[in-house]
T-cell receptor, first 113, second 112 residues
Framework: DQQVKQNSPSLSVQEGRISILNCDYT??????FLWYKKYPAEGPTFLIS?????DKNEDGRFTVFLNKSAKHLSLHIVPSQPGDSAVYFC????????????FGQGTILTVHP | SQTIHQWPATLVQPVGSPLSLECTVE??????LYWYRQAAGRGLQLLFY??????ISSEVPQNLSASRPQDRQFILSSKKLLLSDSGFYLC???????????FGSGTRLTVV
């Protein structure tokens, strides 16, 4: 039972353009969602989050949109930079206790100069 | 400030050999601790979590075990490694239920 899904395994964009990474979820009770960024051979780092009571959260070049009716969230990166090339994971609380997070499969973003 | 240490960074082990990966957290007390694995081409899979010393919960049946002998120490072990145990192992911590994680730098395990 995969509660958080990222259906696009990879995305390739040109530097300066917009990157849009998508995530779908099945549990309408999730309180919040997070995006993590991961470089090869490193641990993921927190990027941005959004509460379920909001539909948008912005932090610099990164904006996360939440569409609760569609159970869909997306991460927009504008403008994209080569240094943004990484694997991006969306995540949601994985259960009712102990702070577990359920992660999507990840999307590999490649930004070409 | 809080930091998380995970070692070794890379490990190549033969099938059937034992495994011990260690994770320690500094600068905090009573963290929730987690072991995740990222297999090739796969997402992050939660293996174990711990809310206190000696308290371990397993998410998936497997060839691995975990222990928490001290408040800020989390150990991942195996008595006999399988080829399928290869992957990138990540330790993470959080202080409060519902918070985001801080991940360690990971261990790349290759079982040959």
């Amino acid at each position: 039972d995969q509660q958080v899904k990222q259906n696009s395994p990879s995305l390739s964009v040109q530097e300066g353009r917009i990157s849009i990474l998508n995530c779908d979820y099945t549990n309408s009770m999730f309180d919040y969602f997070l995006w993590y960024k991961k470089y090869p051979a490193e641990g993921p780092t927190f990027l941005i989050s959004i509460s379920s009571i909001k539909d948008k959260n912005e932090d610099g070049r990164f904006t996360v949109f939440l569409n609760k009716s569609a159970k869909h969230l997306s991460l927009h990166i504008v403008p994209s930079q080569p240094g943004d090339s990484a694997v991006y994971f969306c995540a949601a609380p994985g259960g009712t206790s102990y702070g577990k997070l359920t992660f999507g499969q990840g999307t590999i973003l490649t930004v070409h100069p | 400030s809080q930091t998380i240490h995970q070692w070794p960074a890379t490990l190549v082990q033969p099938v059937g050999s034992p495994l011990s990966l260690e994770c320690t957290v500094e600068g905090t007390s009573n963290p929730n601790l987690y072991w995740y694995r990222q297999a090739a081409g796969r997402g992050l899979q939660l293996l174990f979590y711990s809310i206190g010393i000696g308290q371990i919960s397993s998410e998936v049946p497997q060839n691995l075990s975990a222990s928490r002998p001290q408040d800020r120490q989390f150990i991942l072990s195996s008595k006999k490694l399988l080829l399928s145990d290869s992957g990138f192992y990540l330790c993470a911590w959080t202080l409060v239920t519902g918070g985001g994680y801080t991940f360690g730098s990971g261990t790349r395990l290759t079982v040959v």
